[in-house]
């Protein structure tokens, strides 16, 4: 079942669509699912590291957990948290974390993880 252990953040994607799909479901559990999408793909998705190396316009290549953290070496970790907080480099974090099919799985999961629990928020919100 490692396919599952690896993959489990698009499960719970398609709880989530099927939770918003039947209308029926409470904010709780939209909430819950939202929440388990997102930080899949931050923390735990397949994805490549994408720290730049010293070779300029190149990339690291190493396997990474998540599109938020890096591979194995420490100094590539502290890069991509740091080109976080500069949105010019957004482009140059976002290079690494969309080059394979897996990673942009990964980031389109958890831009829609973000979006349903914004919504789940404002339907909430007007609903009580
Ligand atoms: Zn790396």
């Given at each position: 079942m490692k396919?599952?252990?690896r993959y489990w953040g698009l499960v719970v994607l398609l709880l989530?669509?099927?939770?918003?799909?039947n209308g029926n479901a409470g904010p709780e559990l939209l909430y819950l699912f939202s929440a388990g999408v997102v930080i899949w793909s931050l923390l735990q998705a397949p994805a490549w590291?994408?720290?730049a190396t010293r070779k300029r316009?190149?990339?690291c290549r190493n396997?990474?957990?998540?599109?938020?953290l890096g591979c194995h070496i420490r100094e590539h970790r502290?890069?991509?948290?740091?080109?976080l907080f500069y949105s010019r480099r957004w482009a140059e974090f976002s290079r690494g974390t969309w080059a394979t099919p897996s990673a942009?799985?990964?980031t389109v999961s958890g831009i829609v993880g973000t979006?349903?629990?914004i919504a789940t928020g404002i339907k909430d919100f007007a609903l009580s």
């Open positions: 396919i599952l252990q989530l669509v099927a939770a918003w799909w590291c994408g720290a316009g190149t990339f396997n990474s957990y998540g599109l938020l502290w890069q991509k948290f740091k080109l942009k799985l990964a979006a349903s629990a």
